[in-house]
């Protein structure tokens, strides 16, 4: 029997309304990683002291 490939393949770029996820390099055990990157849900608008009467 052939034995499996140590390496893992690249995965491409998962994109969603709000995340993006990325694969990360393997460590020396192995183990590939993803990172997750959150876009916000909602704008922020700064803080306007409101006039007085």
């Not at 709000?18 to 876009?39: D, F, S």
Request: no cysteine.
């Amino acid at each position: 029997m052939s034995e499996a490939p140590k390496t893992r393949p690249k995965v491409p770029e998962g994109k969603s309304r709000y995340l993006t996820t990325r694969q990360m390099p393997a460590n020396e055990k192995g183990y590939v990683g993803y990172q997750t990157i959150w876009e916000p849900f909602q704008k922020e608008v700064p803080y306007k002291t409101p006039k007085t009467p």
